[in-house]
């Protein structure tokens, strides 16, 4: 049995429409008037067991409605889902006990208290045993570094310490599931590697699966072995994340600062110059045909290097180019 | 006995969230307690010159005010977010709890403390010894009474606030209603007969908070025992089935919450 199975699912919500000003108003007022947004779209999916699957889409793309609805937070207008055998809308509580969860937007954490003590309540509520859950604590604490993190208010951490100590807590009662909406979500290059390798590390070391979603392309190269692209409630693509990259992440950006003006030719065959000025240049090129390391070259004989940064192309634009491959 | 020790362990965690700040624990206690003495005072300044309303006089004031004022206060102490469940109903806010493995209307209203709270059930209790009518049975009569009122309370508070989940934020129609509650919770009940007597059984409960619990507190009968009893499982139930039925038409949300 695969840990998720989805089969058609549907998600439609009302929403109240109000034409701008207080006439606007006064008239949804008297006679209110509605539209119906499609959020999910017959969606269909499955999940294997230790799987890391990423479910990505750019912003309203149905990604937060899916995972909500697999977690049992919302009932879908239609369709059927089965999580660890579990109906998660029918059967929540069971289902709650089997799953973790992380909401990037939605802390679980108290916010006026020290992380331990979320830790602690945590363990009351899934009902370990008070050894049990020191025991965990002292594991969670080793894997995601936040020894000197727990005794601090959380409101004194920062995005990147406190999204650590959120991960950590929803795997306090070993979940064989774990499903993180957006858990990168406002953090720094850091912070994001930090959560991506004790995730990982979680996967390999207890086999928990992971339904991961995010608008960063990133999360999806260093986590996932497959790839769910959605938009508009519906799948655009499915495949492996090795197949995904060799067919459209091949794109990469640099962008180099220099110490002092330089006066020299970036062109390189293969290579879109994006951006030029006085100090520095913004270059596209494609990893299949030009070689990352003949454009280095190129750029660092042009002047002294002060910074440097390579870059994917925005999620947005593979999305874009799957569509295009999808219309050919 | 499992939801007890949940909700044990999770008063515990209120309780040291409102222990981070105790400047403010304590100005707001006793600020809460000054606060009621002032609302109380215009009562005795009546009572003085008037001595007596159809058999009602100063000293059952102080019981009735007592027990609205503890039941009200065990409320916010216990089920804080009680008074702000249509807010986070329309805000979306209740994804926290529907994603752990506990009843969810008993996590969310149990999931906050108001410290003021603290100040209402303790002048609460000086004003049921200042009464003149303390006894040691009659104590044990005020517990049982202040639990069935809170108890009806807390359901009228959630059965208003659910009507979130179908009209959108309710948070000052409840507000309407709560006040209409703590304002004919003390009034002597003497005062009301026929239908304005059966409005403060029903549409807005005050009797089974205030006059109801303070006959009980001052001579055991079964009839007002009954009353209570009635009182607050009825309204426990239309709480329970109306959040249950509204839950189905939760819609959660995308705002970017910041604490819990």
Known sequence: ?328 | MKEFKFLIAIWKTNLQSAMEYRGAFLTQTIGMMVNNFIYFAIWIIFFDRFKDVRGWGINDMYVTFGILASSFGLVSLLFGNAFMLSDIIAKGRLDYYLSLPRPVLLHTVASRTIASGMGDFTYGLISYVASGYFTWDGLARYILAMLLAATVFVSFLIFTQSLAFWLGMMSNFSNLVLNAMLTFGIYPITLFDGYAKLILFTIIPAALMGAIPAEFIRAFTWETLAQLLLGAIGFLALAIITFNIGLRRYESGSAIQTEV
């Open chain 1, 1 to 328: 049995m695969n840990p998720i199975e989805v089969n058609n699912l549907h998600k439609i919500f009302q929403t109240k429409r109000k034409a701008a000003g207080l006439a606007g108003s006064m008239r949804s007022l008297i006679k209110p008037e509605y539209s119906s947004t499609e959020a999910v779209r017959d969606l269909s999916f499955q999940m294997e067991a230790g799987e890391l699957l990423g479910f990505i889409g750019p912003n309203g793309a149905g990604k937060s409605t899916t995972i909500k609805m697999l977690t049992g937070i919302l009932h879908p207008s239609s369709g059927d889902a089965k999580v660890l055998g579990f109906t998660p809308w029918k059967e929540r509580q069971k289902l709650a006990y089997q799953i973790g969860t992380v909401f990037g937007q939605r802390p679980q954490l108290w916010y006026h208290l020290p992380a331990m003590d979320t830790f602690i309540l945590f363990g009351k509520i899934y009902e370990l045993d008070d050894r049990e859950t020191k025991k965990r604590i002292d594991y969670l604490t080793e894997a995601f570094e936040i020894k000197d993190l727990l005794d601090v208010p959380v409101r004194k951490l920062s995005l990147g310490q406190r999204m650590r100590c959120e991960v950590a807590a929803s795997f306090l009662h070993r979940p064989k599931l774990l499903l993180l909406d957006e858990p990168s979500i406002g953090l720094d290059v850091v912070a994001k590697q930090n959560i991506r390798d004790a995730i990982k590390r979680m996967n390999q070391e207890e086999g928990v699966g992971v339904l991961l979603t995010s608008h960063d392309a990133g999360d999806l190269e260093a986590l996932c072995k497959r790839v769910i692209i959605v938009n508009h409630g519906q799948i655009v693509y499915e495949d492996k994340v090795s197949n995904l990259k060799r067919k459209f992440l091949t794109n990469k950006m640099v962008e180099v600062r220099y110490a002092q003006e330089v006066a020299k030719d970036f062109s390189i065959a293969g290579v879109e110059i994006l951006k030029v000025g006085h100090y520095g240049v913004k270059l596209k090129f494609d990893t299949a045909k030009t070689q990352v390391d003949s454009v280095i070259s190129h750029l660092s004989s042009a002047g002294d290097i002060v910074d440097i940064t390579i870059s994917d192309p925005p999620l947005e634009e593979v999305i874009a180019r799957i569509y295009q491959e999808a219309n050919k």
